[in-house]
C-alpha cells in the first residue's frame, strides 16, 4: 500500500521540542524529494522544509535555525526535529513525498 504515515505531534509549551516522524511504504522512497508542509487554521499550507535524496536541505525562513529535516533510508523515514517552539508554529504539519501526503498530525504550541 502506498502511503506516508505521520507520527510525533502533540501539545508543547514555547520553547520546547518535538520531533516528528513519516514513515513511507509502497514507494521508491530514495528517489523522491521528502517534504514537511504546515497548514494553520485560515492559513494556506506552506513548505516547511524539504530534504533531497543526497540530503540537500531547505528551510523556509520562518524555521531557520530551529527546525531539522533528516531522513534515513535503511527505514523510510523521513523526521522533522522541531526545538525552540513558538505558538506561531501550531498547525498540521504534512508529509510530502512526489504527489503523495501523508494525513497530517497536529502540532499546538501553548502555554
Known amino acids: 500500500q502506498v502511503q506516508l504515515v505521520e507520527s510525533g505531534g502533540g501539545l508543547v509549551q514555547p520553547g520546547g521540542s518535538l520531533r516528528l516522524s513519516c514513515a513511507a511504504s509502497?514507494?521508491?522512497?530514495?528517489?523522491?524529494?521528502m517534504g514537511w508542509y504546515r497548514q494553520a487554521p485560515g492559513k494556506e499550507r506552506e513548505l516547511v522544509a524539504s530534504?533531497?535524496?543526497?540530503?540537500?536541505?531547505l528551510y523556509a525562513d520562518s524555521v531557520k535555525g530551529r527546525f531539522t529535516i533528516s531522513r534515513d533510508s535503511a527505514k523510510n523515514t523521513v523526521y522533522l526535529q522541531m526545538s525552540s517552539l513558538k505558538p506561531e508554529d501550531t498547525a498540521v504539519y504534512y508529509c510530502?513525498?512526489?504527489?503523495?501526503w501523508g494525513k497530517g498530525t497536529l502540532v499546538t504550541v501553548s502555554a
Open positions: 509502497g514507494i521508491i522512497y530514495s528517489i523522491y524529494v
Open positions: 530534504i533531497t535524496s543526497t540530503s540537500v536541505t
Open positions: 510530502n513525498a512526489g504527489k503523495l
